[in-house]
């Protein structure tokens, strides 16, 4: 897994994707290019889940749907101590879980 | 398309089960095969609806082990692995069967055996039909999607904790009168809400909702015999006839929804199941909604269309949606009191409202319900089928 997220840019209309699709739901074109997720954005929404896998050693976890500047939206693990509904947040990629076999890397997002 | 109807229901009790896998099915099928009491008429196909039996039981092709189990070779046999959405999948599957000509008797059975493994292992498993990359390595649930779902719904249509609560109470309050529900004890709004207890009674699974705002993991089956109208003829019971049904899907993800809190597919698919069934949502005597967690029912009263956007949280506090009101919701206790063997839970629905329709839901009967309505909800609203039922007077 790589330290970085990628969405798919639609080669035709120019649509953000993420994650991809084989083929995007704007236009049905099947050709993108990677674009770099991250940047800015605001707090759509989050939780704080204590039903985990058991991979996870924390008691809970905070994840957040976040909407970025450029309107695309993601799913991570939300750093902050005091969430608010449209709170300001910057994404960063690192480790978001071990399962033991692998590492996988992932958005976290932090007060901006 | 020719008509189908439902000629026998049964199921075993949800909650924790010491049966192996197919036992479970086998006794909900035979339950279900005596209610149709189908003479010397045979099965022409068994479907079976289940989501993790591959997984936590290390059994597969359950369509093909029942059909043994039940001795009806040479009998048709399919598994159907449609997620939360299973049971009114292999449903579908079954009715398709009979409506296109190629089948007269059609056995559909869910069956889920779950507890045999962790409530971790179990929400894991679960867990595994979110999007593996853009949302599992996270961390993300259920549990954490109904969650994120029900902090933005709340906050956009004024929905308060005491309005989720009021969703347990009733069904609950439902569930003590259904002999199969997993959980048949009454819950008050001061022990899950108001008193200081309720924070040790009720605690937090994935804020804002806690642990009586979530189904519990249950095992469990239920079947359905599916007839023609050339075999319905020839049986004795009520006639239940399968009106209309509509299935929706949606993305994957749920944040690439243009609106995370419209669940589109229920609606889509209802509408999709009104208009076959040549009926409307006002028509509708009872109903059996997925609510999997609390918020879940109140957003799917809204966009199965018996209530207006934001105001199913008005018609619970107005009492419309328990036994003896305008409409009542989730009567066998719903999957918060019933249970939830995620691959029983769609067909389960459907017995307890071919029950209904045949005036045999003892303690808890609408009386002279005619026409029903079930939504099943699968991934986290990426796949719902929704079902209209209705009794016709011979």
Request: glycine fraction near 10%.
């Amino acid at each position: 897994m790589s330290e970085h997220v990628y969405a798919a840019k639609c080669t035709s209309c120019g649509a953000v994707s993420y994650p991809r699709h084989a083929v995007c739901p704007k236009c049905r074109n099947e050709r993108f290019e990677n674009v770099e997720v991250g940047g800015e954005g605001k707090v759509l929404t989050y939780t704080d889940v204590y039903a985990l896998a058991i991979d996870f050693e924390t008691r809970y976890l905070r994840l957040a749907m976040v909407e970025l500047a450029n309107g695309t939206r993601v799913t991570g693990q939300l750093l902050a101590d005091e969430p608010k509904l449209g709170m300001k947040v910057k994404t960063i990629v690192d480790l978001v879980r071990d399962p033991g076999d692998r590492k996988l890397y992932g958005l976290q997002f932090l007060p901006a | 398309m020719n008509s189908v109807y439902i000629a026998g229901a049964g199921m075993t009790k949800f909650g924790r089960s010491e049966w192996p896998l197919m036992q479970l099915a086998s006794v909900a099928s035979l339950a279900a095969l005596h209610h149709a009491d189908l003479g010397d008429i045979p099965v022409d196909g068994v479907v079976v609806a289940n989501m993790g039996a591959a997984r936590v039981n290390k059994q597969t092709a359950l369509g093909s082990a029942l059909v043994d189990q039940l001795a009806l070779y040479p009998a048709t046999a399919e598994s159907v692995e449609n997620g939360p959405a299973s049971g009114a999948s292999a449903f579908k599957v079954g009715v398709q069967a009979i409506a296109s000509g190629m089948a007269d008797v059609v056995l559909v059975t869910g069956v889920e055996r779950m507890r045999v493994v962790n409530g971790l292992e179990g929400t894991d498993f679960v867990a595994s039909l979110s999007h593996p990359e853009a949302e599992y390595i996270y961390g993300v649930t259920l549990p954490s999607l109904a969650g994120m779902f029900a902090r933005l719904y709340m906050d956009r249509y004024g929905v308060e904790r005491k309005h989720l609560a009021m969703v347990a109470i009733k069904n609950h309050e439902h569930g003590t009168k259904n002999p199969y529900a997993h959980i048949r004890q009454t819950v008050t709004m001061e022990g899950i809400l108001t008193l200081p207890e309720a924070a040790v009674n009720n605690p937090p699974i994935a804020e804002p909702l806690h642990l009586f705002d979530c189904c519990p993991v249950s095992d469990g089956a239920a079947a359905l015999v599916l007839v023609s109208e050339a075999v319905a003829k020839k049986l004795k019971g009520p006639k239940v006839k399968v009106a209309g049904i509509g299935q929706a899907t949606d993305t994957h993800t749920v944040h690439e929804r243009e609106d995370p809190t419209d669940l589109k597919s229920v609606r889509l698919a209802s509408e999709k199941a009104f208009k076959m069934a040549g009926l409307k949502p006002d028509n509708v005597d009872v109903a059996e909604l997925h609510d999997a967690f609390t918020i879940l029912e109140i957003a799917e009263s809204e966009a199965a269309g018996f209530f207006p956007k934001g105001e199913g949280h008005k018609a619970l506090e107005r009492g419309d949606t328990k036994l003896g009101g305008k409409l009542p919701i989730n009567p066998s206790g719903g999957l918060k009191a019933k249970g939830h063997p995620v691959g029983a839970t769609g067909v389960a629905q459907l017995v307890e409202l071919v029950w209904q329709l045949r005036g045999e839901a003892e303690g808890r009967q609408v009386e002279g319900a005619k026409v029903a309505y079930a939504c099943n909800f699968g991934g986290f609203g990426n796949n719902v089928v929704a079902t209209v039922l209705q009794r016709e007077e011979s």
